[in-house]
Antibody, heavy 116, light 110 residues
């Protein structure tokens, strides 16, 4: 079964850091670009970041540039999102999603809450 | 990157057809055929319903169809069913390896 499973979410204070992980299975992980997409409580979807197959290309939405870093480990079939200098506006469910010029496979999401 | 514009809500009776619009700009929807639609039930992850404007993934009902004209894409749900009640989001490639989502539409089956 093709699957993505996120982990690492939780409660963090403003200014803090958190690292999200996404474990993939059921497909050839190294062949695909991968994304992080987030959804604030009661709000719409927002694309956050994308990484190419070997990790040499990374792109971000303006609001997280310089604070978030997307990375991957093809040997471990894993995607990561390092989030620094977090603010309340970063509170959201974070989804990893496989990219095939569309978001064809999604994980179940992991909730990040930024609050003191 | 501004969000694509969708109506906040659309409703219809069972068996009817409804259409959800998704308006962008000449830099996103108007420039690419990479428009997709996602269905999201409460507390669940989004699910791909339409990709590349008109294509349906395996397992998606033929009741779902997509189209595009200029800077506006549309999702039509025919033969509306109770299980279609959900939030729907459009998404477009915006160039520079970036994507932009729509504001979302809540579909209610009356």
């Amino acid at each position: 079964e093709v699957q993505l499973v996120e982990s690492g979410g939780g409660l963090v204070q403003p200014g803090g850091s958190l690292r999200l992980s996404c474990a993939a299975s059921g497909f050839t992980f190294s062949r695909y670009w991968l994304n992080w997409v987030r959804q604030a409580p009661g709000k719409g979807l927002e694309w956050v970041a994308i990484i190419n197959q070997d990790g040499s290309e990374k792109y971000y939405v303006d609001s997280v540039k310089g604070r978030f870093t997307i990375s991957r480990d093809n040997a471990q079939n894993s995607l990561f999102l390092q989030m620094n200098s977090l603010t309340a506006d970063d509170t959201a469910v974070y989804y990893c999603a496989r990219d095939d010029w569309t978001f064809d496979i999604w994980g179940q999401g992991t909730l990040v809450t930024v609050s003191s | 990157q501004s969000a694509l514009t969708q109506p906040a809500s659309v409703s219809g009776s069972p068996g009817q057809s409804i259409t959800i619009s998704c308006t962008g700009t000449s830099s996103d929807v108007g420039s690419y055929t990479l428009v997709s639609w996602y269905q999201q039930h409460p507390g669940k992850a989004p699910r791909l319903m339409i990709y590349e404007v008109t294509k349906r993934p395996s397992g998606i009902s033929i009741r779902f169809s997509g189209s595009k004209s200029g800077n506006t894409a549309s999702l039509t749900i025919s033969g509306l069913q109770a299980e279609d009640e959900a939030d729907y989001f459009c998404c477009s490639y915006a160039g520079g390896y970036a994507y932009v989502f729509g504001t979302g539409t809540k579909v209610t089956v009356l």
